[in-house]
């Protein structure tokens, strides 16, 4: 497990979660926001009238749920507004990012 840093457009948060996720997490994050909440059943809650409505706890459930059922990934740390990034503490300017 390894930590990642993930906003959608608000604060920043650090999450746990598998090794395989933080070191692709572009492509996690692209394929869960451009595919699964598209076009999945089971994302249907988060469509309304065309819009998606999501977070990244919403990401972090659908990797609990329907990616990883052996390995759950959780929330570390909020570290409220960074600024996209800008503003990391030192300790988490290396960790991968992604905002929503």
Known sequence: MKEIVLS??????VYLVPD???DKLEEYCLEFCSN???Y?????KYRKGGILYYSESDFIDYLNTYIFHDCESKMIK???WT???????EEYKNHPYYNF
């Open 20 to 22: 395989v996720v933080a």
């Open 40 to 44: 999945s059943p089971n994302a249907e």
């Open 8 to 13: 959608a457009d608000g604060d920043s948060i």
């Open 78 to 80: 909020n570290l409220g």
């Open 36 to 38: 699964w909440l598209r």
């Open 83 to 89: 600024d996209l990034r800008e503003n990391l503490p």
